[in-house]
């Protein structure tokens, strides 16, 4: 093996570690196959063109498998790779390759995989094999489906979105030029006759046939009604009207409400709809295949929005060369600007409300559309809102509004079941954006419409049926904290859960049944009395009830039971490799004292207890960093510095409430365990700062606390590893952070004080204390002094 092949790292598996982790596993991949390029280059590349672990796991990969994948152009390149190279050739670095089509060889965006590598999108076509269309019955490549999925030639595909009187009066299938001649550029130039009904423009017909045009073979012509000219076409009411003497009626739209002229009729259960509503018949777009609303009849090809090719022009707002979305009096917007700008809101200069304002002609400052006597656009068409249209001209809001009814039924139905206090958390959600998409994808979606149509009763029960469901159980906590179902512990009734599960598995054994009924679950219930159980708490019942089941099982593969347990099976037990066999101690003291089995020693498992913390970075710095960053949300901040300097745990700072904190007008303190803790600045303003968004949060019918860090779930706190996750990106490790600064108070206050500032027993401030150097003897002497 090479020294390049040994410098390859070990490819992570698809639960890699951290996202560090796989940025230097990337570069270290690539740096041994190409020693000359720069690491710091390979790096900033890197991050620049992936932004997830498994893009980085899969460069990692292919360069193991591959080691010539940057210098040989091999079209199996996974698109990553791809644009680490492009990006690699645009910083200066000559000697590679971008991936080739494995067909012709040419360097193009490769999005079709085929076996053996990947192709252009023009290969991919000319992979195609050809097939019979259903519609002309020609030997063509397929271009589109029908509706039961039957093969669709380009012509046949283009011929079915041009209207009859609009096609070439020669072919029938080319779209026609807006002339007196009513032919195609490509037919123009054949030789062509002259229809002999009509007078336009037909194909030579055969001996002895009359020339007939495309229009008259499709439809008996008679003279219009305005201009007396043989058309094909007809009015609603069937009456003959050539498209010269057509005109388009005025009305109201149907979405926006504005009376302007209407460019498609009612048609399908939609309304009259304008110019700026209708954006084209919902069809496969021919380009990325989407069903979108599509417009290409002029081009012969069905695009979408996205997929339509628009010349790149200055956005009026960045400045950036781009392909514009709108045109705007104040010049053309980009896509990422566009919904920026429709949601911006600010104070009129004018008038002094708070509205949209953009920049109109004749004006100098940006104004909002009445003060500038502008007609109005991009409104919701049923609340007038200033929002970017959602769907169908409404906004996101009204969208929200009608597919909570769709899905819970009128306002009757609703009261009647109990879901109405549920309809009005929902529609009153900070993001109707976001709630949408929750409605779209969350698979417990589908559960509460089976209950809000009366399929499923609303009880606990039905939800414990889907309780693996992660969706369901948050369901339940919203449905709690509206009042729908009954306060429960959910953690508590997690474990009930997981204990009957067990004891099924577990069914000859009656003590365990008995153990766990009157020890574990009775110790768990009265600690739910006092306060919601934490969801972390129920690892140590889990693995307590867990390591009886597994030494009862142990006794009966030895033919014992607890009646004939001897002090060396203990022993044996004692000495296996179970990482739980001391845990079982408990079942095994309840037995005795219940006299299910000897008086036997079984001996307590070695107790580490508060160990020296291993710091990486300096405390001080980190708090000053903590302090003085600006950018830093006030969340972070103040969760942050409760956790590196005032040696909070996680679960603790995430379950604070308002009630915790004192708040009068020179400072801000909080309390941890008997005294309250007075907060430095600007701890003390982000605060007031969370206290005030938390009064400034509009009505809701959810009975929560009033938590400091409220969760996404109403009714919940903010979950721990969520908030573990958000302190590991700023850079502070919750556990050794907490440490640290649990050993730096330990070292400069007297343990009771400690205990009785932090909230942690006299116990454990003691042995902090000893770790720190500080006995607990020099308390008496402190306060003598």
Not at 215 to 244: D, F, V, W, Y
């Amino acid at each position: 093996m090479s020294g390049a092949e040994q410098a390859l790292p070990a490819v992570p598996g698809a639960c890699a570690g951290s996202e560090e982790l796989a940025i230097v596993r990337a570069v270290d991949a690539i740096v041994a196959v190409a020693p000359r390029l720069d690491a710091a280059l390979v790096r900033a590349a890197v991050v620049r063109v992936t932004a997830r672990t498994r893009s980085r796991n899969m460069i990692t990969e292919h360069l193991v498998d591959h080691r010539t994948a940057l210098v040989d152009g091999d079209s199996s390149a996974p698109a990553p790779l791809a644009r680490l190279i492009a990006k690699l050739i645009a910083a200066g670095v000559e000697g590679l390759a971008l991936p080739r089509c494995l067909d012709c060889g040419q360097e193009k965006p490769l999005a079709r995989g085929v076996p053996g590598g990947k192709v252009c999108s023009a290969c991919r076509k000319r992979r195609r094999p050809a097939e019979i269309c259903s519609r002309c019955g020609k030997l063509e490549s397929r271009a589109a489906s029908g509706p039961d999925g039957e093969p669709v030639c380009r012509a046949c595909h283009r011929r079915t979105y041009i209207r009859p009187v609009e096609r070439c009066a020669v072919c029938g299938v080319n779209r026609s030029y807006r002339t007196r001649k009513r032919v195609c550029s490509e037919c123009r130039e054949r030789p062509h006759t002259t229809c002999a009904t009509c007078g336009q423009p037909a194909a030579i017909p055969a001996e002895g046939e009359q020339p007939q045009c495309s229009h008259c073979r499709l439809g008996s012509p008679e003279p219009c009604e305005g201009c007396g000219a043989p058309t094909i076409s007809r009015t609603r009411q069937g009456r003959p009207q050539c498209q010269r003497c057509y005109q388009r009626p005025v009305g109201a739209c149907g979405r926006c409400g504005r009376v302007r002229t209407i460019v498609r009729l009612a048609v399908d259960g939609d309304p009259d709809l304008c110019a700026l509503c209708w954006r084209g018949p919902t069809v496969a777009c021919e380009r990325c295949g989407k069903v979108r609303p599509c417009r290409g009849e002029r081009r012969g090809r069905m695009l979408c929005g996205s997929c339509a090719p628009v010349r790149a022009q200055s956005c009026a707002h960045c400045g950036r060369s781009r392909r514009p979305v709108a045109h705007w009096p104040e010049g053309p917007v980009c896509g990422t600007c566009y919904p920026r700008a429709l949601a911006a809101k600010d104070i009129c200069p004018e008038c002094g409300q708070r509205r949209r304002l953009m920049r109109y002609p004749g004006y100098q400052e940006p104004v909002c559309r009445d003060c500038a006597g502008a007609p109005a656009h991009h409104m919701c068409g049923r609340c007038a809102a200033e929002d970017a249209p959602y769907a169908r001209g409404l906004c996101a809001r009204c969208v929200l509004h009608d597919r909570l009814t769709e899905l819970l039924g009128e306002t009757p139905q609703r009261v009647a079941i109990g879901l109405d206090g549920l309809f009005d958390e929902l529609i009153a959600a900070r993001s109707a954006k976001d709630m949408l998409r929750w409605l779209g994808r969350s698979s417990a979606v589908p559960l509460l419409g089976r209950i809000a149509r009366g399929e499923l009763p609303c009880t606990h029960e039905t939800l414990d049926r889907h309780a693996s469901d992660p969706a369901v159980r948050r369901l339940e906590h919203l449905l709690v904290a509206t009042g729908v179902l009954p306060t429960r512990d959910p953690a508590l009734a997690r474990l009930e859960r997981w204990i009957d599960e067990l004891l099924a598995e577990h069914d000859s054994e009656p003590a365990l049944r008995t153990f766990a009924h009157w020890v574990v679950l009775r110790r768990y219930r009265r600690k739910s009395q006092r306060a919601p159980l934490k969801d972390g708490i129920l690892s140590r019942p889990k693995v307590e009830m867990r390591s009886a089941a597994a030494f009862l099982q142990w006794l009966a593969e030895r033919d014992r039971t607890l009646e004939t347990c001897s002090q060396t099976n203990i022993d044996t037990w004692l000495a296996s490799d179970r990482a739980d066999r001391h845990i079982a101690r408990s079942f095994a003291r309840w037995a005795m004292a219940q006299k299910l089995m000897p008086e036997l020693d079984f001996p307590v498992g070695e107790r580490g207890g508060p160990s020296q913390p291993i710091v990486s970075h300096d405390l001080v710095e980190l708090a000053q960093r903590l302090l003085n960053d600006p950018q830093m949300p006030a969340r972070d901040r103040v969760a942050s510095i409760l956790i590196a300097v005032f040696a909070q745990p996680v679960s603790r700072v995430a379950r604070l409430t308002t009630e915790d904190v004192t708040v009068d007008e020179q400072s801000v303190a909080i309390r941890f365990g008997e005294t309250a803790v007075a907060m430095p600045e600007p701890v003390a303003s982000d605060v007031r700062k969370l206290l005030a968004e938390q009064a400034g949060r509009s009505p809701s019918r959810v009975q929560q606390p009033a938590w400091l860090f409220p969760g996404s779930v109403p009714g919940r706190p903010i979950g721990e590893l969520v908030l573990s996750r958000r302190m590991k990106r700023i850079g502070v490790d919750c556990n050794n952070a907490k440490h640290a600064a649990l050993l730096h108070l330990a070292a400069r206050l007297p343990a009771a004080i400690v205990a009785d500032v932090v909230g942690v027993h006299i116990a454990t401030a003691t042995q902090w204390a000893q770790i720190a150097g500080r006995p607990w003897g020099d308390y008496p002497s402190l306060r003598s002094g």
